[in-house]
């Protein structure tokens, strides 16, 4: 038999706020720590070329001073007390380049070794305020070198081309350095950021975990309300869901006070038409004692449907197994006793609860056990036991089996068994409503409900209901 009802499907789940904030965090922070990356080192770059310049305009200045007092000797221009410009490709150079002849003379040093320096405003470089030029271009041997350059005008003494030229590779391998370092610091930095972002998601989401924990306990019986202090962005949806608790609560009393005294108005009336019947005699008196027993049966059904609605609409109870089973079966012992009846019992776990009201259990076992006493021979079985849950991480579950040894039903008889107010033999006493009340408890409960042989030759009833 398939299951006795459907589960709604679950609400589809978006991404976790945990997930959001940490991931908008991380987004930010990695954007961040770019940006500031990029920043700094911009910075640090163009700091380095200003220091590097400054070291090549006091070369610069002091062969403009060496021109301007007549203290250059083309000849024998010297170092200016730097040696690599006497070391040929050494990667420092100096050239000094008259204008105003034809074609222009330069005087170099010793360093370039015959080459020249190229002009920087040949390669697009555009002058500063001050004069200068200053550049990157490529030397002998397609060395990079960081250049600066000058024009001066001595008036008669001539117009000159001052340049001065230095190995860019230590502004390249001080900005390496500088991108490295900074590289591991922001890595660290990023990752104690990040760290930290967790903590603060997980922190500040730690009262939505404690509410969670406390509507779980709800749902499980553990507790009947939400209780302590919570954060003011919280509290109002806990002081909501307590009152969404309470109205669920007592809807649940007025359903079941509703039930009640509809049940009183319903039967007394029907009790006095079926005396009235019993009273008389002839076909009309039969038809109308059929019709009552009839509605009888059908008023039962149906209000003992709506007592049980109402009795599984308020989540928060937790009934334990082990007592109603083991109390029913001495009941119903002591009921048959005149049959010589024996009725065994077993919980496979004693801690094993129910997640329903107590006398839904008993409902449910107490007619499964019932009618097997009825159509037992001599002997009756009830077993509890945990069930694996239909997928994995699924909610706790438990197994009610019930065995007799009587007649059995075929599988045509079982299916009937099952529908509303189905009987299938009037000698034997009740209503015939037990186990569709059965199916439909377990049905409002979410449960399973099943008809099969046993193994001790009459009827298995089998339950799966959920469990604590």
């Given amino acids: 038999m398939s299951a006795a009802g459907e589960t709604p499907d679950a609400p589809r789940r978006a991404a ?49 001073g060496a021109l301007a007092d007549g203290g250059f000797d083309k000849d024998d221009p010297g170092s200016f007390g730097e040696p690599r410009f006497e070391l040929p490709l050494s990667g420092w150079y100096w050239q000094v380049t008259r204008l105003d002849r034809d074609p222009p003379e330069a005087t170099t040093s010793k360093s370039l070794f015959e080459e020249q320096l190229p002009r920087l405003a040949d390669l697009g470089v555009e002058e500063t305020l001050v ?162 027993q009839l509605m009888r049966r059908q008023i039962d059904h149906h209000l003992e449907r709506a007592r049980l609605s109402a009795g599984v609409a308020f989540a928060g109870e937790a009934t334990p197994v082990k007592p109603v089973v083991e109390a029913l079966a001495r009941t119903m012992q002591k009921i048959h006793r005149d049959r010589d009846l024996t009725v065994e019992a077993s919980v496979a776990d004693e801690a094993l609860r129910f997640r329903g009201e107590r006398q839904d259990l008993d409902e449910i076992v107490g007619n499964l056990v019932d009618n097997a006493c009825k159509w037992a021979t001599g002997r009756v079985t009830v077993a509890v036991e945990p069930a694996p849950a239909p997928i994995l991480g699924g909610a706790r579950l438990l197994r009610i089996v019930v065995d007799d040894d009587g007649p059995g039903l075929s599988e045509e008889q079982r299916k009937a068994a099952l529908a509303r107010g189905k009987r299938l033999d009037e000698t034997k006493p009740g209503s015939g409503l037990g186990l569709a009340i059965v199916g439909d408890l377990t049905r409002l409960y979410g449960g399973r409900f099943q008809l099969e042989r046993s193994a001790l030759g009459g009827l298995r009833c089998e339950v799966t209901l959920p469990a604590l």
């Fill in 16 to 64: 976790s706020i945990a997930a959001r904030l940490f991931g908008s965090a991380a987004l930010w922070t990695l954007a961040t720590l770019l940006i500031g990356g990029v920043t700094l080192s911009s910075y640090y770059t163009r700091s380095v070329e200003r220091g590097f310049d400054q070291r090549l305009h006091v070369y610069l200045k002091t062969l403009v």
């Fill in 131 to 292: 004069g200068t030029r200053e550049g990157y271009a490529l030397g002998p041997e397609n060395q990079r070198l960081r250049v600066v350059e000058r024009i001066i005008d001595l008036g008669q003494d001539g117009r000159y081309l001052i340049s001065i030229g230095g190995q860019a590779n230590e502004i390249d391998d001080d900005i390496k350095r500088f991108n490295a370092a900074l590289l591991v610091s922001f890595l660290l930095l990023g990752l104690g950021l990040v760290a930290t972002t967790g903590f603060q998601v997980r922190f500040g989401l730690r009262p939505l975990a404690h509410l969670r924990a406390q509507l779980a306990e709800v749902r499980a019986g553990g507790r009947s309300r939400l209780e302590g202090s919570f954060p003011e962005e919280i509290a109002p949806l806990a002081v909501e869901l307590n009152a969404l608790l309470d109205s669920n609560r007592e809807i649940v009393e007025r359903a079941r006070t509703h039930v009640g005294n509809l049940a009183h108005g319903l039967k007394t009336p029907l009790s006095v038409i079926a005396n009235e019947a019993d009273a008389g005699d002839g076909a009309f008196a039969d038809k109308v004692r059929e019709q009552a």
